[in-house]
């Protein structure tokens, strides 16, 4: 049994060990009943936030975020979220989106993603900007997800898409942060650093 911390270590790792990027980073760790920020500087960790919710509890809450178009607006869900990530009093240039496939919805959504021109990374190629982020967040509360669905080998999957959408929005906002990476970053590519290490 691997434990939360261990989670965010390792998957925050298989983002950060093997690039080249002096500013604060932020790796988003975001599961079904807990996110994990980890904010990095030249490859150390600098600072650690845990939280006991995700995307299940939050579509949970607002149960018509599975539907074709909810009758919950971005508004109403980002200020609950708001109130349970409370103040985070850091900063990060990069918000790096990591522990699940965050690739799978932009690229179902047919949303237009930039080639990542910060730093050169296999395994984060794209990005958007913050006002990207801003559009396609927002759009995908009023937009038909049945649409994106359609699109899918996994129309299930898109059950949380929606409060993900709204959780990693909320936290670019909280940590200033100007670009946003979506990754399908997991624990397994930092332990694939690891022993990679170990060899060498």
Not at 55 to 84: A, G
Not at 130 to 146: Q, T, W
């Amino acid at each position: 049994m691997v434990s939360q911390e261990d989670e965010a270590y390792y998957t925050a790792l298989g983002c950060y060990n093997d690039i080249d990027y002096d500013k604060n980073i932020c790796v988003f760790i975001g599961g079904g009943g807990s996110i994990e920020l980890i904010f990095v500087k030249n490859k150390k960790v600098i600072d650690k936030k845990y939280y006991n919710f995700g995307v299940v509890d939050i579509t949970n809450k607002f149960d018509s975020l599975k539907e074709d178009v909810p009758t919950v607006t971005f508004e109403e869900v980002y200020n609950y979220v708001d109130d349970l990530i409370g103040n985070i009093d850091i900063d990060a240039e990069i918000l790096i989106l990591a522990g699940g496939d965050h690739l799978y919805w932009y690229n179902n959504a047919r949303y237009e993603l930039l080639n990542n021109e910060l730093y050169l990374n296999e395994n984060q190629k794209y990005m958007i900007t913050l006002d990207m982020s801003d559009k396609y967040d927002r759009n995908a509360l009023v937009a038909s997800l049945d649409k994106v669905r359609q699109n899918s080998d996994n129309p299930k999957w898109f059950d949380g898409s929606r409060a993900m959408k709204v959780i990693t929005n909320l936290i670019s906002h909280k940590v200033n942060a100007k670009y946003i990476i979506p990754t399908k970053i997991n624990m397994e590519d930092g332990l694939k650093n690891i022993k990679n290490d170990f060899r060498n």
